[in-house]
């Protein structure tokens, strides 16, 4: 009888012990006291708020008389390890905060003050948050916003705001050409002609690749895929190394990285074509090189269009979630993929030359460039 009069007792007293559970309130952002690594990565400097890593470590010192009876939080992206004194204590799995009780740091280390840092390969600062943080009861907590006005801050995303004018100068570039150029549109968005397992010598192919109608299509699928680049690397927060160049914190910074990634792509382009010119020419194939190239960049189109206007949807909707760009990543490499294979068929099945030499130029031309490709961007 009595044990059963405590656990009553037990139960109805557990809403107030649960009420006066110790919660966490921010009081200080510590990111005005960053460090980084100098150039010549011999010591120390002040990071600079939305500058550029030059090496992906950030750190900050804390004195004793600084945070005495408060608690650290360090908001880190997965696979960030944290050092405290030069001596990694932890690796993140994923994506979270950590928090750390000061007084416990400075009674385990001894020491006036202590250097707490983080390094993860590509570090984004933007994804770190640093603060001091006092506990305070669940109650106060309560009682302070029923008589505080509580005002939620607009989170700033700057690489939204470029991503939707970016899709909207698209729309207008596809727009353009459709009316200025209707029947260049209608050729490169033949989907009868473009998935076709035959080649036709279209009245168009006879003319030289590089002119000014081509020109501007083959710079619509280099703006096209570079967006969609930058997309990918934007949701897994992996941009490769190599890209230096590409900054995604503003909005002026983003279209800087769209133009000069696009650029490389054209440049990218205009080296296939060579390359397809040149190995045509070896095997004596030259008839097939014009409209090889036409039909590489005329599927391309089609196959990288569907996938921006997927994954806009998804990006700019609530379905936007890191599980559905894998499989948005997963099928724009099958396209790819599927690309090289209806070429494959094409070329198989349009003239009398001999199947070791298309599948060895197709090798060279199609399959070989595909995968660095997928290697060095993904």
């Known amino acids: 009888m009595f044990r059963i009069f405590l656990l009553c007792a037990f139960i109805l007293s557990a809403p107030s012990l649960v009420s006066q559970n110790p919660a966490l309130v921010s009081i200080k952002d510590l990111r005005s006291q960053w460090l980084t690594a100098s150039k010549d990565g011999t010591h120390y400097v ?10 992906p470590v950030i750190g900050m010192i804390l004195n004793d008389s600084e945070g005495a009876g408060l608690v650290l939080s360090l908001c880190l992206p997965e696979r960030t390890a944290i050092f ?10 994923t994506s979270g905060c950590r928090y750390y009780d000061i007084d416990s740091l400075q ?5 006036p003050s202590l250097f707490i840092s983080f390094f993860r390969e590509n570090l984004n600062p933007g994804l770190v948050t640093t603060s001091l943080m006092v506990k305070q009861s669940r109650s106060s907590i309560l009682r302070q916003e029923k008589l505080t006005p509580q005002i939620k801050k607009r989170v700033d995303d700057h690489f939204s705001d470029f991503f939707v004018l970016a899709i909207l100068l698209v729309a207008a570039f596809y727009a353009f050409l459709r009316n200025r150029y209707p029947k260049g549109y209608r050729d490169f968005f033949s989907f009868s002609k473009a998935f076709s397992m035959s080649l036709k010598e279209e009245k168009l192919l006879n003319q030289r690749n590089m002119t000014g109608t081509n020109a501007l ?13 930058i997309l990918f690397w934007k949701v897994f927060q992996a941009v490769p190394e190599g890209f230096s160049f590409v900054a995604l914190e503003t909005v002026k910074s ?15 382009v205009g080296m296939k074509y060579l390359l397809i010119k040149v190995l045509c020419s ?12 036409f039909d590489f960049i005329r599927i391309g189109l089609i196959f990288i269009s569907a996938t921006l206007v997927v994954s806009t949807a998804m990006f700019l909707s609530v ?10 990543l997963i099928g724009f490499m099958v396209l790819l993929g599927v690309r090289v294979i209806i070429l494959l068929f094409k070329l198989i099945g349009s003239a009398s030359h001999r199947k070791i030499h298309l599948f060895s130029y197709l090798c060279t031309t199609e399959i070989i460039p595909l995968l660095i490709g997928i290697r060095i961007f993904f």
């Not at 001596?87 to 799995?93: L, S």
């Not at 070896?282 to 190239?293: E, G, M, V």
């Not at 379905?319 to 948005?328: A, E, R, T, V």
């Open 46 to 55: 002040p990071y600079i708020k939305g500058a550029l890593l030059t090496t």
């Open 84 to 93: 405290i004194n030069n001596k990694i204590i932890d690796r993140t799995k």
């Open 107 to 111: 009674s385990i280390y001894n020491q």
């Open 217 to 229: 299509f083959i710079w619509m699928y280099s703006l096209i895929i570079s967006l969609l680049i």
């Open 254 to 268: 983003c279209f800087i990285s769209w133009l000069i990634l696009s650029l490389l792509a054209y440049a990218v």
């Open 282 to 293: 070896l095997l004596n194939i030259d008839k097939i090189a014009l409209i090889h190239f």
């Open 319 to 328: 379905f936007g979630q890191i599980l559905s760009f894998n499989f948005i």
